[in-house]
């Protein structure tokens, strides 16, 4: 009985979603699910900058590939980390370096394929690319000013950068 209610307050707290895994040679066969979290960032962090109750869906496999995508329950917006071994897309030339977040770090923004606003910091720490995206599709974001979409994003790209050190 104990270990049931155990299970079933651990459930409470958090959902994840875990996509069926498409084998390739960079990931092991096996996805590792029993994760209970996004190994890159919180979910209390990607709930501040979103400004609200949010959901997470999460795969990362046993060599630490993988994406975690933080969508807010109250509106539209939405955090995304890719991280891979293969190079990621990437800002385009001329975008704004950053210092101090892995190699070749560089942020920028663009209109996204359904009319949302895509703001990303692409990077690099050692031999794995990582990508973190927020996405807003309503004129309302959780985010109060593109000062602070900035900064919060970039925050948090070296959190990602830090946590895969």
Not at 54 to 83: H, K, M, N, P, Y
Not at 148 to 157: G, N, P, V, W
């Amino acid at each position: 009985m104990l270990v049931l209610l155990s299970f079933s307050a651990a459930g409470a707290q958090t959902q994840y979603v875990i996509p069926n895994a498409s084998s390739s040679a960079s990931q092991s066969a096996h996805e590792n699910s029993s994760k209970a979290a996004c190994p890159w960032l919180t979910q209390g962090s990607a709930a501040t900058v979103l400004g609200g109750d949010i959901s997470v869906t999460a795969r990362v496999s046993d060599a630490g590939e993988g994406f975690c995508r933080f969508s807010r329950q109250q509106g539209s917006d939405f955090l995304e980390i890719l991280v891979s071994r293969a190079s990621l897309p990437r800002c385009p030339s001329g975008s704004t370096e950053l210092k101090g977040i892995g190699n070749e770090a560089e942020s920028c923004s663009h209109p996204g394929s359904r009319g949302e606003s895509v703001e990303m910091v692409s990077s690099r720490v050692r031999d794995l690319y990582f990508s973190v995206m927020f996405t807003s599709r309503g004129l309302k974001s959780g985010m109060k000013s593109p000062d602070a979409h900035d900064d919060a994003l970039e925050q948090i790209a070296e959190q990602v950068a830090g946590n895969l050190y």
